[in-house]
């Protein structure tokens, strides 16, 4: 699955943005694990650089301009509710103060969990060269008016050309841009008819957009409540799947690290012991026999009598 989140999606993590930053963590399970390869080009990279500071001194004013009142009229000033009040905003104003001050040390550190987390995903993303070819096509694109980009800006247009020169024929592109540049005139929520159609007669695929990246990833992987979640339900999904001893054993040290399953997840992992063929030739195998023991211990209860019967025949070979 191809992905590429356009800058002001990125910047949006460091201002008021309706995605949390669980969003982005989501996005790199996905990464780590091979579920989408996200690219980044060039432009994206030196417009979230040369922006970064921009959005963050905005954040900033707009979080100092947020003042708690303390002001209270004289007729409120008998009741005890009163003073109750005036000490909440005084904590108020402190826990601000000091916020603020970590806040700032971790800015011109570059070292808030926004910057760590975009730096990772930009560390892992397939990265895509700008060139003269692209520049090129990006301006006859722009004389040409024709989508995506705004007036004097050549930004978006030259993340289009790298993107229709990079991603391999035959595949779909998921693209979450905030803005309008390249939504359709009639439906801001769906790609531009002429995008539709120009990758469609060059890649012969789709092209599909998503507002936040929130739609994108409710859409495309519903599992994925949180990131740790997320990460639980593609290991499950893989240990199912794993062709190889070396894999299973992999599989089951990243799975050890969790301390809780759903019940749901944990029936999955049952599962996985009772119809994975590599597994039934390493149960007694230290790690896959206590794995499967402390599953047996945590959830046997919750499980299907017959499926327990099973898991436990494949323990005990």
Same mark, same amino acid.
């Given at each position: 699955?191809?992905?590429?989140?356009?800058?002001?999606?990125?910047?949006? $993590?460091?201002?008021? +943005?309706?995605?949390?930053?669980?969003?982005?963590?989501?996005?790199?399970?996905?990464?780590?694990?091979?579920?989408?390869?996200? &690219?980044?080009?060039?432009?994206?990279?030196?417009? $979230?650089?040369?922006?970064?500071?921009?959005?963050?001194?905005?954040?900033?004013?707009?979080?100092?301009?947020?003042?708690?009142?303390?002001?209270?009229?004289?007729?409120?000033?008998?009741?005890?509710?009163?003073?109750?009040?005036?000490?909440?905003?005084?904590?108020?104003?402190?826990?601000?103060?000091?916020?603020? +001050?970590?806040?700032?040390?971790?800015?011109?550190?570059?070292?808030?969990?926004?910057?760590?987390?975009?730096?990772?995903? $930009?560390?892992?993303?397939?990265?895509?060269?700008?060139?003269?070819?692209?520049?090129?096509?990006?301006?006859?694109?722009?004389?040409?008016?024709?989508?995506?980009?705004?007036?004097?800006?050549?930004?978006?247009?030259?993340?289009?050309?790298?993107?229709?020169?990079?991603?391999?024929?035959?595949?779909?592109?998921?693209?979450?841009?905030?803005?309008?540049?390249?939504?359709?005139?009639?439906?801001?929520?769906?790609?531009?008819?002429?995008?539709?159609?120009?990758?469609?007669?060059?890649?012969?695929?789709?092209?599909?957009?998503?507002?936040?990246? +929130?739609?994108?990833?409710?859409?495309?992987?519903?599992?994925?409540?949180?990131?740790?979640?997320?990460?639980?339900?593609?290991?499950?999904?893989?240990?199912?799947?794993?062709?190889?001893?070396?894999?299973?054993?992999?599989?089951?040290?990243?799975?050890?690290?969790?301390?809780?399953?759903?019940?749901?997840?944990?029936?999955?992992?049952?599962?996985?012991?009772?119809?994975?063929?590599?597994?039934? &030739?390493?149960? +007694?195998?230290?790690?896959?026999?206590?794995?499967?023991?402390?599953?047996?211990?945590?959830?046997?209860?919750?499980?299907?009598?017959?499926?327990?019967?099973? $898991?436990?025949?494949?323990?005990?070979?």
């Amino acid at each position: 699955m191809n992905l590429f989140i356009d800058t002001n999606v990125y910047l949006s $993590f460091f201002h008021f +943005s309706k995605d949390s930053l669980t969003e982005l963590e989501k996005v790199f399970v996905l990464q780590q694990y091979g579920k989408l390869d996200l &690219w980044l080009t060039d432009q994206v990279e030196t417009e $979230f650089r040369r922006n970064r500071e921009v959005k963050i001194a905005d954040a900033l004013k707009r979080f100092l301009e947020e003042r708690p009142s303390s002001g209270v009229p004289q007729m409120a000033q008998t009741y005890p509710e009163c003073e109750q009040l005036l000490d909440a905003l005084k904590r108020v104003t402190t826990a601000k103060e000091k916020l603020l +001050s970590r806040l700032q040390m971790d800015i011109a550190a570059r070292s808030l969990y926004a910057d760590k987390l975009i730096d990772t995903i $930009f560390k892992k993303a397939k990265r895509v060269s700008q060139s003269e070819k692209q520049i090129a096509a990006a301006e006859r694109r722009a004389l040409l008016r024709n989508p995506p980009g705004k007036n004097n800006s050549l930004g978006d247009a030259i993340n289009w050309e790298a993107l229709l020169e990079a991603i391999p024929n035959g595949e779909d592109l998921f693209l979450v841009s905030e803005d309008g540049d390249f939504a359709s005139a009639i439906d801001p929520e769906r790609m531009s008819d002429f995008l539709i159609d120009e990758w469609a007669a060059n890649k012969k695929a789709k092209v599909l957009l998503s507002k936040r990246l +929130s739609q994108f990833l409710s859409a495309q992987f519903p599992e994925a409540k949180v990131a740790a979640e997320l990460e639980k339900e593609i290991l499950i999904k893989d240990l199912a799947n794993s062709g190889t001893f070396a894999r299973t054993h992999q599989l089951i040290a990243r799975l050890q690290r969790f301390k809780e399953f759903t019940p749901k997840q944990a029936s999955d992992l049952v599962d996985a012991y009772i119809t994975n063929a590599q597994i039934h &030739w390493i149960p +007694s195998d230290p790690d896959v026999q206590a794995f499967g023991r402390c599953i047996e211990k945590e959830h046997g209860g919750s499980l299907d009598p017959n499926q327990l019967k099973a $898991f436990l025949g494949v323990l005990s070979k």
